[in-house]
């Protein structure tokens, strides 16, 4: 009996280890044979495992609308975070730190964006730019990025600017800093963690996005749209490739800050 | 202006300062001098307006009525960057991006100081940290991060210096030992120091000249001793120390003295020792200055004789026994007597009556929350 | 007078003033960006979709008008994929919501005392937003094809009836719904989570002794904010998708969703009036759904 209900007691324990396990694999699944294919030697599709090679690896360009739609994408995908990240920066620190009359409906207006679906989004500005006989294109595909991107700038500053003791700037003003040195010399430096992340979030939502832009670029190809296209006849190895590399950067990007973090803050306990 | 800043400290002066926030009042009315080279304490209640005026004398808060002079000069409008002042935060503020030697190095760099590592890190060797420059403000322990915001206000020589309750967030053993250093530096820089504090023993043991505050006003200022030996009104006389109260209706006025009623006893202070002659009026005692006796003793008119009441608490505290007395009519008294030793000789339930010298009454300009005037 | 709407409340003195001032220069090119490129886009959209077809007659061209037709026109028309696409949404957030709860409670608070543990199994929730998701969609399709293992399995084991396909049916296309979007339900659940003071949960053991009834009276109402934010953040851009159930990946002519019709009225047949109107139309459900969950949980604050 006793054995019994250790064993049951002990499944109950182990249970939920192993399920998220299992959950984390289903999730990595997809990610897996994505890079796995990434070296499959493919006759016409990509679709069955035929041999291994590294030519797609080495010979990333043997298609060369893929790398000019990879060369669009990253470069949408830069300026829309750069100015997303300054207009929602600003929004954040205004919407953490002065309280004004409108602040609530400001909050509110914010937050409607992230709940439009991107058709709504993609279609409302694509007939926008058609009703001011705007061609879609490279510039409306950015507009329109800076646009979905920014409440999740918003969102993610705002986090950090609440966690910034006001006392810091104040000490600033107190220790001879004019208002533009406390901002570049505390704020900026303060809320860098926050931004940082706020762009690398805009990055990978831009970079990723295919609906909205579908609807406002018009004849720009970018690596989603490239994909899209490809689905009916069969997707390339290189975009494997593409997709896999841009994968383990920000993988290695995020595990690295991590761990880092993590050793500081052993380093920090242990002078404690 | 930041770049002139002075050697030694300068005065500082609040005319009539008012500060209203939204359907609130903060500070009303508040006229303050503090001569230079000073330790002043601003001593009160949390939420009394004590970090409201040290802002509004830092700059960070305009207010809404009133000027603000440092050395004469009216600072009222200038910018917190350029007045000579410099704060030690409640909450430290050091800047966690930072190493504890660019903390500190900070203001001198503004001000565009020559050799500011230098002159940063001997203003930590004078709060002996000078050998942790190298580390973070997350790195520290509190009393040390206090210490590194105290040294990086004092490398700026202000002609003043705040300190929002520096000691705060210090255990009692480290928080008295910072007392005695905190004093030591300020007589050794020579700096006006305003030093803000909810602690009363805190601010009587380092301040040359207190000041008491409630509910957004100075109720009394003066000399620790001063205000210990003759508070002026209810609150002084109880967030200093302790104090026995008595209220009455002024019955017999002498060309020295005023007596009062009180359940069938009379209390006299001396009129000099009293703010108001006339009308009712509450008249204090301290517990240490009272004692008792278990027989009715035989008193001059010098003295204040009430009882018989009832010993109802007995407290040993060490130094001192604390005896709770209730008389009838009266009300209750506390008197301190001094453990000598001896045991103590009466017990809980004994008859006593309780005296003390009518030069140690005070008398006070207003009367203890929740009694009436009499008429 | 709009300007002054974002001044300070009571701006008397100069501070004031002067810090009304600072908040125009930080909010006015966000708020400005915001109405030129989300408010006027949902005007123009709401217009275009009571244009009326010009009198020419060609393909493509409408004239300004209050032509409701186009409203009766979608929703007569287009009711199968309105009903598939709130129905796909709703099971799919609610599967995604039954997989990330444990997955959540586990990185939130059982691998607490691993805070390293805790953080590599963050980073591989959210790993997927670093793959493209059409990609992963494809990967899902190859995974999941005729003469896949794993559907060999399934037809072996009778999941599936010898014959079937799974890609391109109705299925296919909530799993990869649901795939796609975990990560958007995990992420808010787990920082909820995270926060739990799991001390509440010691004291509930001693009140109400049994587990599930310390899940429901503490857990659940304590993670409660996460469940709203990230169901929200599940079902509003699953109604909107139609990559899943697009014939390429994993659906078929059978699945079409609202955005498949927005997409193919807006983009080929340039009917621009219906695809707007059935914008509009998804648009306008969604707010009622969501305004009405929110007050529901009464967590309007969380907005
Ligand atoms: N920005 C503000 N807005 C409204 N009320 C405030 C503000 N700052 C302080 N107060 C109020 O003014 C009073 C005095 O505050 P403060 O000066 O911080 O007190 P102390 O430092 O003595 O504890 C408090 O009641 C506080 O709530
Ligand atoms: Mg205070």
């Known amino acids: 009996m006793k054995a019994l209900s250790h064993l049951w007691s002990g499944i109950k324990r182990g249970s939920l280890p192993v399920y998220s396990l299992i959950a984390v694999v289903f999730l990595l699944t997809p990610i897996f044979y994505t890079i796995i294919f990434s070296f499959n030697k493919s006759l016409r599709r990509n679709t069955v495992w035929n041999s291994f090679t590294l030519d797609n690896w080495t010979n990333i360009c043997a298609r060369q609308d893929l790398c000019s739609a990879v060369g669009n994408s990253l470069m949408i995908s830069l300026i829309s975070t750069l100015i997303a990240t300054a207009l929602g920066t600003a929004l954040a620190i205004a919407l953490v730190r002065y309280r004004f009359k409108l602040r609530s409906t400001v909050n509110f207006a914010l937050f409607l964006p992230m709940a439009t679906p991107e058709i709504v989004m993609g279609a409302g500005l694509a007939s926008l730019f058609f009703n001011a006989g705007v061609g879609p294109g490279f510039v409306p595909t950015v507009i329109a990025h800076v646009m979905f991107c920014l409440s999740f700038v918003v969102v993610t500053v705002k986090a950090r600017v609440q966690t910034l003791d006001p006392a810091l700037e104040e000490a600033g003003r107190d220790l001879y800093a004019n208002p533009s040195q406390v901002f570049w010399k505390i704020t900026f430096p303060l809320l860098l963690p926050g931004v940082l992340s706020a762009a690398l979030l805009s990055f990978a939502l831009s970079f990723d996005d295919f609906i909205i832009t579908y609807f406002n670029s018009g004849s720009v190809n970018t690596f989603p749209k490239f994909i899209y296209v490809a689905a009916k006849g069969g997707v390339p190895a290189q975009a494997n490739v593409i997709a896999s590399s841009v994968f383990l950067l920000a993988i290695l990007i995020v595990l690295a800050t991590q761990i880092s973090s993590h050793f500081k803050r052993k380093r920090l306990q242990h002078i404690k | ?375 | 007078m709009a300007f002054a709407a974002f001044g300070s409340s009571t701006p008397t003195t100069k501070g004031q003033t002067k810090s009304g001032r600072v908040v125009l220069a930080l909010l006015l090119p966000g708020l400005i960006y915001l109405v030129l490129f989300f408010v006027i886009p949902l005007v123009s959209l709401v217009l275009t979709s009571l244009e009326a077809p010009a009198a020419s007659g060609r393909i493509g061209e409408y004239v300004p008008g209050f032509d409701f037709g186009n409203y009766a026109y979608v929703v007569t028309k287009y009711w199968p994929q309105i009903a598939r696409s709130f129905g796909f949404a709703f099971i799919a957030t609610i599967i995604a919501l039954l997989i990330s709860y444990p997955l959540a409670y586990f990185i939130g608070v059982k691998a607490r005392p691993w805070p390293m543990l805790q953080r590599m199994l963050v980073t591989l929730v959210i790993a997927p937003f670093f793959i493209s998701f059409l990609l992963r969609t494809i990967a899902w399709k190859q995974l999941l094809a005729d003469h896949s293992p794993i559907i060999e399995w399934a037809h072996q084991v009778g999941f599936l009836s010898p014959s079937q396909s799974f890609i391109g049916s109705n299925a296919a296309v909530v799993f990869g719904l649901v795939y796609n979007f975990i990560p958007f339900m995990t992420l808010p659940l787990y920082t909820s989570l995270e926060r739990l003071d799991t001390r509440y949960l010691e004291a509930g053991s001693d009140l109400y002794a049994s587990p599930s009834k310390v899940f429901r009276k503490i857990t659940l109402p304590l993670s409660m904010p996460g469940i709203i934010s990230g169901t929200l953040l599940t079902f509003i851009p699953i109604a909107g998708d139609y990559v899943n159930a697009s014939r390429d990946f994993l659906g078929s002519s059978n699945t079409s969703m609202i955005g498949t019709m927005v997409d193919a009225d807006f983009l080929q047949n340039r009917n621009y009036p219906a695809a707007s109107a059935m914008s509009v139309v998804l648009m306008g459900i969604i707010l009622i759904l969501v305004t009405w969950y929110v007050r529901k949980s009464g967590t309007e604050d969380l907005l």
Request: glycine letters at 10%.
């Open chain 2, 1 to 375: 202006m930041a770049g002139e800043l002075s050697v030694a400290g300068a005065d500082l002066e609040l005319i009539d300062v008012r500060k209203d926030f939204p359907g609130f009042t903060a500070l009303d009315d508040m006229d303050l001098h503090i001569p230079a080279g000073q330790f002043f304490a601003l001593l009160g209640p949390s939420g009394c307006g004590k970090t409201t005026t040290l802002r509004i004398v830092a700059g960070l808060e305009t207010p809404t009525q009133g000027r603000v002079l440092i050395g004469g000069k009216d600072i009222t409008d200038t910018k917190p960057h350029d007045r000579p002042v410099n704060t030690v935060f409640q909450s430290y503020a050091l800047f966690p991006h930072m190493t504890i030697l660019e903390n500190v190095a900070f203001g001198l760099r503004q001000r565009k100081v020559e050799d500011p590592l230098a002159k940063a890190q001997a203003g930590l060797d004078l709060v002996e940290l000078g050998h942790i420059g190298a580390r973070r403000p997350q790195q520290l322990s509190g009393g040390q991060q206090q210490r590194v915001a105290l040294a990086r206000a004092l490398v700026n020589r202000p002609s003043l210096l705040l300190l929002d309750e520096p000691l705060g967030a210090l255990d009692l053993k480290l928080r008295r030992q910072m007392q005695i250093e905190l004093k030591a530096i300020q007589m050794e820089v020579g700096l006006t120091f305003l030093h803000v504090t909810h602690d009363q023993e805190e601010a009587m043991d380092m301040a040359d000249t207190v000041a008491v505050m409630n509910k957004g006003r100075i109720e009394q200022m003066g000399s620790p001793e001063a205000l210990y030996d003759r508070p002026k009104t209810a609150f002084v006389s109880r967030f200093l120390g302790q104090s026995n109260l008595f209220v009455g209706k002024v019955s017999e006025e002498n060309p020295n003295s005023v007596s009062i009623e009180v359940g069938g006893a009379k209390i006299t202070v001396d009129k000099k020792r009293a703010e108001k002659h006339t009308g009712t009026v509450a008249i204090g005692v301290r517990p240490e200055k009272a004692t008792f006796h278990e027989e009715k003793p035989n008193l001059g008119a010098d003295h204040v004789l009430i009882g018989p009441g009832e010993i109802i608490d007995i407290r040993f505290t060490g130094v001192s026994n604390q005896y709770l007395i209730e008389i009838p009519n009266i009300g209750e008294i506390t008197v301190f007597a001094q453990n000598v030793g001896k045991s103590p000789v009466v017990e809980l339930g004994a008859k006593v009556w309780v005296s003390w010298k009518v030069e140690h009454s005070f008398g006070l300009r207003d009367l203890p929350d929740g009694t009436e005037d009499l008429g």
